[in-house]
């Protein structure tokens, strides 16, 4: 099975790209980050058109997630537990947002995550985007305790840079968000919660990003982050046989400033 994630950065702007992608990708699950419209504007017929059933939760023109899956989709969730909501002057105001979707793809519980991005450090939005990954991982080491075997896949975009190289140069990032300690801790107590990296060990560093800024000729440039991930838990990550960034995705006219992170699997689900 191969599964994949990629913030669109708009799913209508982009539907064609994402139809052509697909079709050459030869994916059977996406997860995708910041469709950037509700649920009654979403294109499904794009994915439908291809044979993927697809889940999306959107409640606005901002944030949105969705899975589409061409090996069946069941058991949808919106949210995780305990995930905190945004109320714009604290990290437990409001409503969750959607930034949160899963569903059971040939017995892989597959997330779509988009982290909030944090803004700037003592911004109240940026001690949400802490609260929210304690939270994921909280929500993800009790899976874990409930049952060690369960094969969970959280993609998506982090929003975080675990590694110095991850970023093209960490002066550039002095006193900003994505790269600061406590990021980098709420992101490593994911992985210690039983959540390994699988995409680094077959696309490793440095200079190996999934991001590149529009602005200042950042991708010809070579100035990336690395953001976008696949953790998975024990099991699946057994089954992982090979991964890949297609950097491919970011080249040529209209792309996301995304490109999508792929993650092959192997091996009897198990399930």
Known sequence: MRIATWNVNSVRARSGRIASWLERSDVDVVAIQETKCRDDQFP?????????????H???????????????????????????????????????EARAIAATCA???????YVPNGREIGDPHYDYKLLWLDRLRA????RLAEDPNVQVAFCGDFNVAPQDDD???????DGKTHVTKPERDA??????????EVVRPYAPGPGVYTYWDYQG????????????FV????????????????????????????????VDVGGPSGV
């Open 44 to 56: 499904a017929e794009i994915f439908r058109d291809l044979g993927y059933e697809v889940a999306h």
């Open 58 to 96: 959107g409640l606005s023109q901002w944030n949105g997630v969705a899975v589409a899956s061409r090996v069946g989709l069941d058991d949808v969730r919106i949210g995780f537990p305990g995930q905190p909501g945004w109320g714009g002057d604290n990290s437990e105001g409001g409503d969750p």
């Open 187 to 196: 992101f490593a107590n994911l992985v210690d919660a039983g959540f390994a």
């Open 107 to 113: 017995g892989v519980q597959v997330w779509s995550l």
């Open 139 to 142: 929500a993800g080491e009790a």
């Open 231 to 262: 953790l998975a838990s024990p099991r699946l990550a057994e089954r992982v046989s090979g991964a890949m960034i297609d950097r491919e995705e970011r080249k040529g006219k209209g792309p996301s400033d995304h490109a999508p992170v792929i």
């Open 217 to 228: 000729l950042a991708f010809p440039k070579r100035k990336g982050m690395r953001i976008d």
């Open 167 to 173: 970023v093209w140069d960490m002066a550039e990032f």
